[in-house]
């Protein structure tokens, strides 16, 4: 996704990394170009987003980090900062995922950066995508269709659910800024803290999350652990009037990109019932992870 997502976090300067991708489409798509493809981006960042889920599997909050930063509560008064998560179901070849992007880039961060976080979850079904986050993004998005799409069977790309509760629906030519503003809270009763050592060259590492309780929920909640990746720089297919309207955007810096998560369970992980009372904090301890590196 192009987009700083506005997430105030360091950079990090990565060496320019290049990856063979030999993908054959379906039935109705060409054969792609076996040739090498290019990924560039000098301005590499990895980030840790945490979520937590209700009963029902709606986000009650989200919070992230820099790979190696700690990230202690975030305090409102007597309770914790609320986000919005954003999952944008996407891809190089989707022609319309733009609109999600410029939507966030150009909408939602210049007044409400920190009131976001977003994950983008890549598909390669329509061509060619390096950042395909198999095989999770195809089981989320069947999950969450049915959940939140009227017609699940015609959830097509771009498909981008607000904290898996509701589907963020198109306004004009981009999507519906009052929509995803109406989501967010005052604060949560929810705290997340994040601690990660991650060694971003070679995949692997562990992280620590925690989650402090202001209200008594008492019954099994959920988290999700990703791990994402921005400034990654590749071609963007478009057929929007954004970015130059051009029928593809060459260079385009893909941000949020998902490359891996903790365990295979992309509904989250279960905290139990008896931990998610008020004035507890539930540890995970030392969680083992690997992730793409697109190199």
């Avoid at 489409?25 to 979520?51: H, M, P, Q, W, Y």
């Avoid at 820099?66 to 990230?71: D, K, R």
Wanted: aromatic share 10%.
């Amino acid at each position: 996704m192009n987009s700083k997502y506005s997430f105030k976090i360091m950079k990090k300067t990565f060496l320019l990394a290049s990856i063979t991708l030999v993908s054959l489409l379906s039935s109705c798509n060409e054969l792609v170009d076996d040739s090498v493809v290019s990924i560039g981006g000098e301005n590499r960042v990895t980030r840790v987003v945490v979520a937590v889920f209700d009963g029902e599997g709606s986000v009650i909050n989200v919070q992230q980090a820099e790979a190696g930063v700690e990230q202690d509560y975030e305090m409102v008064g007597e309770n914790f900062k609320h986000r919005v998560l954003i999952e944008d179901f996407t891809g190089a070849w989707c022609v319309n995922c733009p609109r999600v992007t410029h939507t966030i880039e150009e909408e939602l961060e210049p007044e409400h950066h920190d009131k976001f976080i977003a994950v983008a979850l890549h598909n390669d079904d329509g061509g060619s995508d390096p950042f395909v986050f198999k095989p999770y993004e195809k089981q989320l998005h069947g999950i969450l269709a049915d959940k939140v799409h009227p017609t699940p069977e015609f959830a097509s790309y771009p498909f981008s659910p607000l904290n898996r509760q509701e589907m963020w629906k198109r306004d004009g030519q981009a999507y519906d800024v009052q929509q995803a503003l109406d989501l967010v809270q005052e604060s949560s009763p929810v705290g997340i803290r994040i601690d990660s050592d991650l060694d971003v060259t070679e995949g692997t590492g562990t992280v620590n999350v925690s989650f402090k309780f202001n209200q008594d929920y008492n019954e099994e909640l959920k988290y999700i652990v990703y791990i994402v990746e921005d400034g990654l720089e590749y071609a963007q297919k478009n057929s929007t009037p954004f970015y130059g309207g051009g029928s593809e955007i060459e260079d385009f810096v893909h941000n949020a990109v998902a490359k891996g998560i903790v365990g295979t369970d992309v509904l989250g992980t279960t905290i139990p019932a008896n931990e998610t009372k008020a004035g507890q904090i539930f540890n995970s301890g030392r969680l083992n992870v690997t992730f793409n590196t697109f190199e």
